[in-house]
């Protein structure tokens, strides 16, 4: 983890009609390190992810990365700039096999378009390779590259979320927000998720992860953000946010199965 | 449509206009509801108001037995005959046409949902044997013949079909809807009075001037019109707001599974929905053989996407929308055609479309059926 | 009933043999089967007369040749260009039947109201003029949700054919006359009464719309395509400009609709806009819908069953248009994916020059 910034989410709040869903809500995220956050369902965590990966206009605020303000470009763009994301409900383009889902994330950083592709000039046919090839690589980096040629939809479901990853990894971002990737496993598919996401740390990548399994969050995250009813309510070390009073009252009683 | 607007003064204009907006708002109502509560635009409601301006008009000539005579001589009628009559045309206006409603939902929607009926096996399997048919034979007798035959067989598979329960994507709704309507038409063109050629109807309203003010003359038949529209837009407004079954329409226009959660017959509601719509169209329908005294079998596509117009340009999913939409649109177009042309009548709704969608894609009043502001 | 079921089974098997035995063929073989078949589609003018089996295709009271031009080639062509639209991108049009209005159009005002261009010259600015108009038409309509993008393309043809309808510079309710024709080059005299040169240009533009568009499938633009399809806010999150993709559908769509179009003046010599209903927009609709959206073999079979079919069975042309709107919700009910599903490609993109398994889904 370093000193720099990569993200920094500046005093966001959304509002929908009469719903506050995040109420001036600061945070940092610092280059190189695996951010948890967490906090009761409905407290604005994929609300958060949204603002940030330009789904939601936020309606007052900035989201700064990289020291730009990204905070009124398209989603593509934002993409483009180096932002990635998973999905809560498992998005897939599932008439597609694996390794085309993930190609179409590698296309982002494409720049051959309509008349090259009719051409075939040599620069398109290369970007078609160096898709393929890369795509395989991230294929075999999930450990899912068996059933590249599968129709996303016929894999079972640990495979969709590992592909999911993949694909996100794809648009070679520099930040990748993770939302909520252990859902539906088994605590030997959580223990193989956690060392998958100190992988990607270590690879160069930046972690931001919605999280409701603490032995998942609390193991991986070098830091946390706690969130409840829309305002950041703690922040700090997973020890420390562990123990705080307020998170505590929040969920009513931390779960005991923070292994 | 016609061109009877050979009016000139901006009063007669705003008249006529509003006159003519009443008929879009009605039938605009139809669509709004099935969007509000499918989320589909129901292509075929133009030609449930084309069924119902026929319906009006076969019920004047057949069971009214009202004669259709010349120009200069028509069959008038005054005082309480013709409130009687003009009742009876509205009720079988309303009644075909919410009844034809009814059927589209089974036959061409219901079994895209998953939740195919016997009704709509049926009826499908007639019309599959009654095209099969026609590569062999195109006499109308023999392909009924042919029809009824193989309707029990192919019903038969086509239920075992639709217990798997298949849900169809959205596009092939809206398919759907489109081939339903052009169907629609085709068979009143192939089949109905006066084939594909303008069908006139008899005039027992004699157009009286009813007053005069700020310039032009108001005739009765335009007053009647938005008097009409008015009230049974105020009649489904208290449905839907007062009723348990309105109710039940705005809960699953705003979330149907929840709705079906607490207990609410999502299906019935549909069919409600289609059936107010129906209703609605089959209105619009009397009152415009009222005011045209003619009818046609085509006329359905060119006054629906004009009511859809009006629905999206009030907000689709909101039934005072329809009303201001259609009103608004009413004037526009007949503004329009004074300073254009009338030629150009048509493409003024389109362009109007195209602004609104552009500028507010969610219409002047904005609003959505579930959200009660109706 | 069953029975016409077992011969759909039996179809299934057959097809699926003939898949297996394909793949099993060396490089060689299969180059000269395609070539046989191509050359077998060039002498179909020729079809009928095949002692045993030529009477199954034969249009009766229509000269076969003019159907294949006229009608077949037509409704092929716009399927693919529609096909593009509809089925690879997931955009509903209603009003194709502008564009190739736009055309044909085009070709006639160039070539015979004021000016007169030779044909070949004009069909290059046909197909850009279209395209422009298909930019025109998308650029605001395709940030629309889907169901109003159909209204809207309705409303687009309807406003070209209102247009063609009012306007004297464009023929008004009289048309246009004595529109150009191909140029004839050497034994290919493309004249007033003998439609197989027509036929052979049309079908070499098929072609040459196949190859471009399988190019454009093969690669990232079909791919765009396919996700912006699937689900649009993902493939956004993926970075896929999905605006710019929709628009290149809609342009190159119209592109090929312009193509039909001025194809179609060409051979006809006459053109209204009577001749450009809204129940075209629906036929054509029909073609893609029916033989199977999304998949470009699908689209021709499409075409050419809703061209042909009718002339086959002269039978029921009057009812025509009734025949294809049942059908649609027939179609839409048992089969929305048409008769020739779209291809689950399970075979590896960069196979896909030498030819991997392909599984129909």
Redesign the interface.
């Known amino acids: 983890m370093t000193n720099e910034v990569l993200l920094d989410f500046n005093n966001v709040t959304m509002q929908f009609g009469g719903v506050t869903a995040l109420s001036d809500v600061s945070v940092k995220i610092f280059r190189g390190e695996i951010l948890g956050l967490i906090g009761p369902n409905g407290a604005g965590k994929t609300t958060c992810f949204n603002v940030m990966t330009g789904v939601y206009q936020p309606t007052q605020g900035s989201v700064v990365f990289n020291g730009s303000d990204i905070t009124k470009l398209k989603r593509f763009q934002i993409t483009q700039s180096g932002i990635a994301r998973t999905f809560q409900n498992i998005r897939l383009f599932s008439e597609m096999t694996a390794v085309e889902n993930v190609m179409v994330g590698a296309d982002a950083r494409k720049t051959s378009s309509i008349p090259a592709a009719l051409l075939r000039t040599k620069h398109q046919r290369a970007e078609e390779k160096e898709s393929y090839d890369r795509s395989m690589e991230l294929l075999n980096l999930m450990g899912i590259a068996d059933r590249a040629s599968d129709a996303a939809r016929n894999l079972p479901y640990g495979y969709q979320r590992r592909l999911e990853i993949a694909r996100a990894l794809a648009t070679e971002p520099e930040l990748l927000c993770l939302d909520e990737p252990a859902a539906g496993f088994n605590p030997a598919e959580k223990q193989q998720l956690n060392e998958l996401i100190f992988t990607i740390r270590d690879r160069g990548y930046t972690v931001l992860l919605i999280e409701h399994d603490m032995s998942v969050v609390m193991n991986v995250s070098d830091r946390v953000v706690v969130l409840d009813f829309g305002k950041k309510i703690a922040e700090g070390l997973p020890s420390e946010v562990r123990s705080n009073p307020d998170v505590i009252a929040a969920y009513l009683g931390v779960p005991d199965d923070a292994a | 449509m016609p061109d009877w607007l050979i009016v000139r003064t901006f009063w007669d204009l705003t008249v006529t206009g509003l006159a003519l907006g009443s008929i879009y708002a009605l039938v605009a109502l139809g669509y709004t509801l099935v969007y509000g509560v499918l989320r589909l635009i129901n292509f075929a409601h133009s030609e449930i108001f084309m069924v119902g301006t026929f319906s009006a008009l076969i019920a004047s000539t057949q069971f009214l037995n009202i004669p259709m005579l010349e120009d200069g001589n028509y069959p008038y009628r005054t005082g309480g005959t013709l409130v009687l009559f003009l009742v009876f045309i509205l009720f079988a206006a309303m009644f075909i046409s919410g009844v034809g409603a009814v059927a589209l939902e089974r036959i061409a929607y219901r079994p895209l949902r998953g939740n195919g009926d016997a009704f709509g096996a049926i009826a499908l399997a007639f019309l599959t044997s009654f095209v099969i048919g026609l590569i062999f034979v195109n006499e109308t007798k023999a392909n009924l013949i042919i029809a009824c035959v193989g309707t029990a067989p192919i019903s038969y598979s086509y239920l075992r079909f639709f217990k798997k329960g298949k849900k169809a994507p959205r596009l092939a709704f809206l398919i759907s809807a489109i081939g339903a309507s052009t169907a629609i038409a085709e068979a009143v063109g192939i089949w109905g009075p006066n084939r594909r050629e303008q069908y006139q109807t008899p005039r027992i309203l004699e157009k009286k001037v009813l007053f005069s003010a700020l310039g032009t003359d108001v005739r009765i038949d335009y007053v009647i019109v938005i008097v009409g529209a008015l009230l049974m837009m105020t009649a489904l407004t208290l449905f839907v707001n007062k009723t348990k079954l309105g109710r039940g329409v705005r809960a699953v226009a705003q979330d149907a599974e929840t709705a079906r959660i607490l207990g609410v017959n999502v299906d019935l509601i549909i069919v409600v929905t289609f059936a107010l719509g129906g209703v609605m169209a089959g209105g619009a329908a009397m009152l415009f053989t009222m005011v045209y005294d003619q009818s046609r079998f085509n006329i359905g596509f060119i006054l629906g996407v004009k009511s859809f117009t009006a629905a999206v340009l009030g907000g689709i999913g909101n039934l005072k929308g329809a009303l201001l939409g259609g009103f608004m649109l009413g004037l526009v177009e007949n503004y329009g055609s004074a300073v254009f042309g009338g030629q150009w009548k048509d493409v003024i709704a389109f362009v109007v479309l195209l602004v609104v969608l552009m500028v507010r894609p969610t219409g002047i009043l904005g609003e959505s059926l579930g959200r009660a502001r109706v | 009933?069953s029975r016409l079921w077992e011969l759909w089974k039996r179809l299934q098997s057959l097809s699926t043999d003939v898949q297996v035995r394909w793949k099993s063929m060396s490089r060689v073989q299969r180059l000269s089967g395609y070539v046989l078949a191509v050359l077998a589609l060039y002498l179909a003018p020729w079809w009928p007369k095949i002692p045993g089996i030529g009477w199954l295709v034969n249009t009766p009271g229509t000269q076969f040749s003019t159907v294949l031009n006229d009608q077949v080639i037509i409704f092929v062509l716009v399927a693919l260009g529609l096909n593009v639209v509809?089925g690879l991108a997931?955009l509903?049009d209603?009003g194709y039947v502008g564009f190739y209005a736009v055309g044909a159009y085009v070709v006639g005002v160039l070539t015979s109201q004021h000016a007169s261009l030779p044909w070949l010259v004009v069909l290059p600015i046909a197909v850009v003029v279209s395209m422009l108009f298909g930019v025109i038409l998308g650029t605001?309509?395709l940030r629309?949700?889907?169901?109003?993008l159909?209204?809207?393309t309705?409303?687009?043809g309807?406003?070209i054919r209102?247009?063609a309808?009012?306007l004297d510079w464009l023929g008004a309710s009289r048309g246009i006359s004595d529109i150009g024709r191909p140029p004839s080059i050497g034994p290919l005299k493309f004249g007033v009464i003998d439609p197989k040169p027509y036929y052979w240009l049309g079908l070499t533009l098929v072609f040459l719309v196949v190859f471009?568009l399988h190019?454009?499938e093969e690669?990232?633009?079909g791919?765009?395509w396919?996700?912006i399809r699937?689900?649009e806010?993902?493939?956004?999150?993926?970075?896929?400009?999905?605006f710019?993709f929709k628009l290149?559908a809609f342009a190159?769509g119209a592109a090929v609709g312009g193509l039909a179009g001025a194809h179609y003046a060409g051979k006809v010599g006459f053109i209204s806009p009577d001749n450009f209903p809204?129940?075209l927009s629906?036929l054509f609709?029909?073609a893609v819908?029916l033989g199977g959206?999304g998949n470009m073999y699908g689209a021709i079979l499409g075409g050419i069953m809703v061209a042909w079919l009718p002339e086959r069975?002269r039978?029921?042309t009057?009812?025509r248009?009734?025949?294809?709107?049942?059908?649609?919700?027939?179609v839409?009910?048992?089969r929305?994916e048409g008769l020739l599903p779209?291809r689950?490609?399970?075979?590896?993109?960069?196979k896909s020059a030498s030819g991997g398994q392909e599984v129909a889904?």
Do not use: H
């Open positions: 009933m509809v997931g509903l209603l605001p309509t629309l949700r889907g169901d109003y159909a209204i809207v309705l409303g687009f309807e406003i209102i247009s309808k009012n471009c190019r454009l690669s990232r633009v791919r765009a396919t996700a699937e689900d806010d993902a493939a956004e999150l993926m970075g896929v400009n999905t710019k290149w190159i809204l129940q629906i609709l029909a819908v959206s069975f039978n029921f009057d009812k248009v009734l025949v294809f709107g049942i059908a649609l919700v027939l839409m009910v048992f929305p779209r689950v490609r399970t075979k590896s993109p960069m889904q």
